[in-house]
């Protein structure tokens, strides 16, 4: 790779030894894919949680600390796994909550700005067209490049955080025109009227067609979403897929047109997703043992516009006796919902509400479902009916007044 | 036995050996695996109750997700790791995940293990050369 001259600086620990090997990692990767050079960032965003990242990842935190690394590009955190104000009533560990605060000390004092939120492109940053980025998780990648035309690859934790240190990213994948192309067409004849279709479009899209390299161009939709339509359906597409790019004609920004969509290129492949594909999806879902003991609204944590939607659906209604429904959010937004009467529709309802936090990474989730008897889980987002898997749930995706309904009734539909 | 040795497009790490294990599924560390024990847990997995402990694992594709970015280091950290992935095709997060683990990682491959390769079999991935060789039948 053709390194500047401060870049050769880094390297050799001019600028401190944790610097240096911040970049020769970002090296190691730029190589694998044949970058010719790193390229300066505007954003970065972080997923770094005890959850995910282990002992192992809080003491590399605690060493990058310890050594006085600090990160020079703004950089954001993702969705964690306590919200503290509830880590006792769910039962989660206070050991490893107090990690998650040894998580949090760290990261500040290395001037991270803990947001604590997997919808920074809604509420925290919003990046320019040809913007260069380190993003992650999935479904704030795929906004940018989709939605924004900013430019980001998946970045993981600590490739998102030596990117903050360094300022900079290896240039390949989605920070080059060649791979932004469209390479297949769908061609959308459904009418998609609550964001849960729209995650059911990508998810029968991104497991067809499931490459980081493809990115479908959406044609014949019948009318312009909005912004948590295309966060759905961007998130789903990455979870399915591990796509971290689509096109809509008409809507996104390097689409004007089908053929400025695919760069002049032919499409590999067109399909075609009807009504009837998309109530296949619901149809799809088994109900393991009848229990609708757990609603989930999460995994994208809910915009503003989303809460409001969901307040008018609970409001003067009854969570069901036995059942738990979970709704996340960023803290921001959850106190801009308690000014504005929405977080306490909610929890008159019986709704708990969660800030900072996704549910598929809570703390102690396996135990937590085992302990309340939560065999099924049922959600208005496709996203989080595939993640949340690995704890063994049965997942059912539904649209989301049936999610209120089946909250409010105890009963399947 | 004729030795089998395929080529990959690209890898990094060193030279692995060890048991290999086939999936016809595509993989996640977050969405597939129990990350206390090492064994994929999700249910209907093609590899549902095996454990990646020490073993070489090949994936068609990868699934998701961010989280393997700091799940392969917790996961050899723990004890737990492969020895090796091999994709057909990977995602970033995948590459960036095993290179801060310090676990082998190769994408692209001449042959499809599906079709040369069986769950058992013991081989050697060497990012270095390129190559992925069949040492020993199960």
């Known amino acids: ?413 | 036995m004729s030795a089998v040795v395929i080529r990959i497009e690209r890898g990094w790490g060193p030279v692995a050996e060890g048991e290999a294990i086939v999936s016809a599924e595509g993989f996640s560390p977050r969405y597939d695996l129990d990350r206390w024990s090492g064994v994929i847990t999700k249910p209907g997995h093609a590899l549902e109750g095996t454990s990646i402990r020490d073993r070489i694992l090949f994936f068609p594709t990868a699934k998701g997700g961010i989280a393997a970015g700091w799940a392969f280091h917790d996961i050899r950290h723990k004890g737990i790791g492969p020895k090796a992935l091999c994709f057909g095709i990977t995602n970033p997060v995948m590459v960036q995940g095993a290179v801060f683990a310090g676990i082998t990682i190769t994408e692209g491959w001449s042959q499809d293990p599906q079709t040369w390769l069986r769950s058992g079999d013991r081989v050697r991935v060497d990012p270095g050369a390129g190559t992925i060789t069949l040492l020993d039948r199960a």
């Open chain 1, 1 to 413: 790779m053709r390194l500047t001259d401060e870049e050769q600086a880094m390297l050799a620990g001019a600028h401190g030894e944790a610097l240096g090997r911040a970049l020769e990692f970002q090296l190691a990767v730029g190589r694998f894919y044949g970058a010719e050079r790193m390229v300066p960032i505007g954003n970065a965003h972080m997923m770094g949680d005890i959850e995910v990242m282990g002992d192992a990842g809080l003491e590399h935190l605690e060493r990058l600390r310890a050594s006085g690394a600090r990160v020079r590009v703004d950089i954001s955190t993702n969705a964690r796994c306590f919200d503290f104000a509830w880590s006792e009533r769910l039962g989660q560990d206070a050991a490893e909550a107090a990690k998650e605060k040894r998580v949090i000390g760290a990261l500040r004092a290395m001037d991270v700005t803990t947001t604590d939120t997997c919808i920074n492109y809604q509420t925290v940053y919003q990046p320019h067209f040809g913007e260069h980025l380190a993003w992650g998780d999935t479904g704030t990648v795929i906004w940018a490049n989709s939605v924004c035309g900013a430019r980001s690859n998946f970045e993981g934790g600590p490739s998102a955080m030596a990117a903050a240190m360094t300022g900079r990213t290896p240039e390949y994948g989605f920070h080059l025109d060649r791979c932004r192309r469209g390479t297949f067409v769908v061609e959308v004849d459904a009418p998609l009227a609550d964001v849960a279709d729209w995650g059911a479009l990508g998810k029968l899209v991104g497991e067809r067609h499931q490459s980081y390299w493809q990115v479908p161009v959406f044609t014949g939709l019948q009318h312009t979403p909005q912004a948590d339509d295309l966060k759905h359906l961007g998130c789903s597409l990455a979870s399915y897929g591990s796509m971290a790019m689509y096109h809509m004609v008409g809507v996104t920004p390097e689409a004007p047109t089908l053929a400025a969509a695919l760069g002049g290129k032919r499409a590999r492949e067109r399909v075609r997703i009807t009504a009837a594909d998309i109530e296949a999806v619901y149809a799809g879902y088994r109900n393991a043992d009848a229990s609708c003991n757990f609603v989930v609204f999460s995994g994208p944590q809910l915009s503003l516009w989303e809460l409001k939607r969901l307040a008018q659906l609970f409001d003067g209604r009854r969570v069901h006796p036995g059942t738990t429904v979970f709704v996340t959010t960023s803290s921001a937004l959850a106190a801009q919902a308690r000014a504005l009467g929405l977080a306490g529709v909610l929890e008159k309802a019986g709704v708990t509400l969660l800030e900072g936090v996704c549910v598929y990474i809570l703390q102690n989730l396996t135990q937590m479902r085992a302990r309340n008897g939560w065999t099924n889980m049922i959600s208005n987002s496709a996203k989080i009916v595939n993640t949340i898997t690995a704890h063994r749930f049965n997942t059912i995706l539904r649209r989301t007044a049936d999610c209120v309904e089946i909250a409010c009734s105890g009963k399947f539909r």
